[in-house]
């Protein structure tokens, strides 16, 4: 049997949480429970802000198409936030909710926009990606929210990452070799240091790009392997690869 049950649906709200509280449901909430699911008086739901941990609570309807839930016991206390930064260059927007999504299933801390010399377009609506952030928290049983950074440049994203930060730079230009052996180069797994990953746009970083990041004390490149991947799949391999070598899946 699985350790966690995902039966029950799982809601993201912004205020606190403790026993005994009685919650109304915004309309949405409502009727995506009421409606969709067709939950009913007394069904469970699981309840996380990112802050007091996951609590179990009831529905009482009040209305035909308004409901409270009630906190009955925590399920889950919280956890300590994970200290993985990612560091991308935005996408379209439907490929761009894609990646934000699998960041979070794979345990970034921190989501940060980065503009470089080939990002395409500079539009970007941060409350989109938090909304794709906490859905995909939702779904996957996540209690911890990343932090949505404000878009910076290149240049002062790498300069904002303290020292003692490794940096893993998805290279496509890096030799082809074996990117676990790589990453145990750098670090010890036993004592892994704090982690971030920059992944770069469709059309990869500039010569100059490049050479500044490359430039950037305690940072490893990393090849993905022979394929050119596109920027979205990459960001689930390399994500992948540094929690499973350095991160929280070792």
Request: charged share 25%; proline share 9%.
């Amino acid at each position: 049997m699985a350790a966690y049950d995902f039966t029950a649906p799982r809601l993201y709200v912004e205020a606190d949480l403790r026993e005994g509280l009685v919650l109304p449901l915004e309309r949405a909430q409502a009727g995506y429970l009421l409606t969709v699911l067709r939950k009913g008086e007394g069904d469970g739901v699981h309840l996380f802000n990112g802050r007091d941990g996951e609590w179990r609570a009831e529905i009482k309807p009040n209305g035909r198409k308004s409901a409270d839930l009630a906190l009955v016991a925590q399920t889950r206390p919280q956890p300590a936030p994970a200290d993985l930064h990612y560091l991308f260059a935005p996408l379209k927007t439907g490929r761009l909710d894609y990646m934000a999504q699998k960041a979070v299933e794979m345990g970034s801390g921190v989501i940060r926009p980065v503009f470089t010399r080939y990002t395409q377009g500079e539009r970007l609506k941060l409350d989109r990606l938090r909304a794709n952030a906490i859905e995909a928290a939702e779904q996957c049983g996540i209690l911890a929210i990343p932090d949505i950074a404000e878009p910076t440049r290149l240049p002062e994203a790498l300069d904002t990452l303290e020292p003692s930060r490794l940096l893993v730079f998805c290279d496509e230009d890096a030799p082809v070799a074996d990117p676990v052996a790589a990453l145990r180069a750098v670090a010890d797994p036993a004592a892994p240091p704090p982690l971030a990953v920059l992944v770069g746009p469709e059309g990869g970083f500039s010569p100059d790009e490049r050479e500044r990041i490359a430039g950037r004390p305690n940072t490893v490149a990393l090849s993905l392997g022979p394929r050119i991947l596109r920027a979205d799949t990459a960001a689930v391999a390399v994500l992948a690869l540094v929690q499973a070598v350095l991160g929280d899946a070792r």
